[in-house]
């Protein structure tokens, strides 16, 4: 009886330190979001929509502004300053593993005199 104790105590032993740190709850973090535009240097500032589980912040690249609404489920954006491909805007997170599940959609582009442009060929991405 004394040696079933024993073994039931190691085999709970190893079984609880296998499941420390072993991704199993979620993991908060940033994800980036990048901007492919066919205007580089030539587009002042866009509005989109991050769609995914939960926002939790939002903050722009270095040169760049956001102004955001209500942070959630459905996440209004704005991003001006001199737009150029590669990431434009990092978003906090509660669970990175689940970037598949965010997606950003461009509203408007604008020029950096302010004209609206034509949404072809402009694309957003989500990463970790």
């Known amino acids: 009886m004394r040696r079933i104790f024993k073994a039931l105590a190691v085999t709970l032993a190893v079984v609880g330190a296998g499941s420390c740190g072993d991704g199993i709850g979620p993991v908060a973090g940033v994800l980036s979001v990048s901007l492919a535009t066919p205007n580089a240097g030539a587009d002042g500032a866009i509005l989109l929509t991050v769609s995914g589980p939960a926002v939790t912040s939002v903050s722009a690249e270095p040169g760049l502004r ?8 459905t996440s209004n954006v704005a991003v001006t300053g001199p737009l150029a491909n590669g990431v434009i805007l990092r978003i906090g997170v509660p669970d990175t593993r689940r970037a598949s599940q965010y997606v950003a959609t461009i509203l ?3 020029a950096n005199d302010y004209s609206l442009r034509a949404l ?3 694309k957003l991405t989500v990463a970790p």
């Open 120 to 122: 072809s060929g402009y």
């Open 108 to 110: 408007s582009v604008a």
């Open 66 to 73: 956001v102004f955001s609404g209500t942070l959630g489920i």
